[in-house]
């Protein structure tokens, strides 16, 4: 079979499933796991990489008021790279290609391959997802098993979690300006033992503002900058102590600001997620989740200074 993958969470799904080599095709965002940079790139943004996180914003309300894709798909190449199945998203046109642009894409070649849309909104879906794609890889029954494996992780989370008490939380999916962060990270915090402030489950993000952020309260504030990994959220967030009320929020008194790696383990409908999870879980509860001797808490995230 050959596949394409016009997602980075698609892509790890097909890995985990067991069918990487079937890739033919991925988007310019593809990182994991290593080695799928070499495939053949269908996608490429019409924002650049260097810009600051507020000129990020700027340049996405533009085009998209403008109706304009955020994305741009290489027809010719897909038409090429033959394949007999493409995996595409429908939740967020920010975030991939939009589906519209696919399918108007497959229209014109001359054997449409098989379209698999995913919309995850919550981990269960995630999960789902990932079945379902192994299922359409022939490998449904390893997909099943290590979906398994996964659920056996988060039920060891909740039990060492249950009765502890739940701090507030509050995760932040852009800084400037801030959005919660919706969908599935409401739900990984409340496994996790946290309350989440600013989202319910499968909520989708929106526009916030600091004083706001600051007068609910938060014990504990995330900073996870949607496609951002550790360190460049950590630049982004080096303005955030100038703000007015900063130094008042309980989240900064108790040092318990983080900044995390979005791209890996919160922004992405992936298998990832789960350690995701396990990641909150360190933060929100350090004493009943003793770090590992190797890919330790403090390797993925760092504290904001005061």
């Not at 794609?133 to 996964?150: K, M, S, T, W």
């Amino acid at each position: 079979m050959r596949v394409v993958s016009l997602l980075p969470s698609a892509t790890e799904m097909v890995h985990f499933a067991g069918g990487g080599e079937w890739l033919v095709g991925v988007t310019h965002e593809c990182d994991h796991p290593p080695g799928v940079e070499a495939l053949p790139k269908l996608t490429s943004s019409r924002i650049g990489s260097n810009l600051s996180g507020a000129e990020i914003d700027a340049e996405v309300n533009r085009l998209v008021t403008d109706e304009e894709s955020i994305y741009a798909l290489d027809a010719d190449l897909l038409e090429s790279l033959a394949p007999d199945l493409v995996i595409t998203q429908g939740l967020c046109e920010v975030c991939a290609v939009s589906t519209n642009l696919v399918e108007e894409a497959l229209s014109g070649l001359g054997r449409e391959p098989e379209l698999m849309v995913l919309n995850p909104t919550s981990l269960e879906d995630v999960l789902e997802d990932t079945v379902r794609i192994g299922e359409a890889l022939g490998r449904g029954g390893q997909a099943r098993r290590d979906v398994g494996a996964l659920r056996d992780r988060l039920d060891e989370i909740e039990q060492a979690v249950a009765g502890l008490r739940r701090p507030s939380v509050g995760c932040i999916e852009w800084l400037d300006p801030p959005f919660s962060a919706g969908h599935w990270v409401p739900e990984m915090v409340r496994l996790a033992g946290g309350r989440e402030l600013f989202a319910g489950p499968g909520e989708r993000s929106v526009r916030l503002d600091w004083p706001s952020v600051f007068e609910a309260a938060p014990e504990v504030l995330v900073l996870m900058p949607c496609g951002f990994g550790a360190a460049r959220a950590a630049g982004e967030a080096e303005a955030l102590p100038s703000l007015p009320g900063w130094p008042d929020v309980p989240a900064v008194r108790e040092d318990r600001v983080w900044v995390v790696d979005a791209n890996s383990y919160f922004s992405r409908p992936a298998p990832r997620l789960v350690e995701g999870v396990e990641i909150l879980a360190r933060i929100l509860h350090p004493g009943a989740f003793p770090e590992k001797p190797e890919g330790n808490i403090a390797s993925r995230l760092s504290p904001v200074l005061k």
